[in-house]
């Protein structure tokens, strides 16, 4: 249980931290460098398909938990949460790239003191740097490695009477 535990945390914790980093990082001028200068609005539809491709998906995750069991529909989802990271680790110069319990409210506490220590000055205001985003980005990847670390369920075997 306990691994099952910690990667349904780093889970939640990595898509909360795409909720709260993606959209400062759009809405950041360009002026630091890495910014994109997205109005709020911008920035939402940029992030809109996320939610479309979640509710779109539900189904799907739940099939494939029926068939291969949770075990691996959560390391598949981490897979994926993942390479996303990755991807916005190194490809964050334009909004189209961008568009690709527990475990919420401490990335938003985690993600918020990271982001908050990591500045840089542009035009007068301080915001976020590009090392404080890559390292959030980072941190939520970890999550993958929990779910390698959970238990494969042990399938149901038919005991044969013993004879006598």
């Known amino acids: 249980m306990l691994f099952t535990n910690l990667a349904s945390i780093m889970v939640g914790f990595a898509i909360y931290a795409m909720a ?7 809405q950041a001028p360009s002026s ?3 910014g994109l200068g997205r109005t709020m609005v911008e920035a939402g539809l940029c992030l809109a398909p996320n939610g479309l491709v979640m509710m779109l998906l539900s189904p799907v995750s739940a099939r494939l938990t029926n068939r291969y069991g949770a075990r691996t529909t959560l ?5 994926v949460i993942a390479l996303g990271y990755v991807f916005a680790i190194l490809l964050m110069d334009n909004a189209l790239e961008m568009m ?10 985690v993600m918020a003191t990271m982001l908050a220590q990591l500045t840089i000055t542009a035009g007068g205001l301080t915001w976020p740097s590009l090392t404080g985003f890559r ?9 993958l490695g929990f779910t390698a670390l959970v238990p494969r369920a042990r ?8 004879a006598a």
Not at 20 to 26: A, D, G, I, N, T
Not at 100 to 109: D, K, Q
Request: charge should be positive.
């Open 100 to 109: 690709r319990s527990v475990g919420t409210s401490t990335s938003s506490a």
């Open 32 to 34: 630091t460098g890495y």
């Open 20 to 26: 709260l980093s993606f959209p400062q990082l759009l």
């Open 75 to 79: 390391m598949t989802g981490a897979v």
């Open 135 to 143: 390292a959030t980005f980072a941190v939520a990847a970890v999550g």
């Open 155 to 162: 399938a149901a075997t038919a005991r044969e009477p013993v």
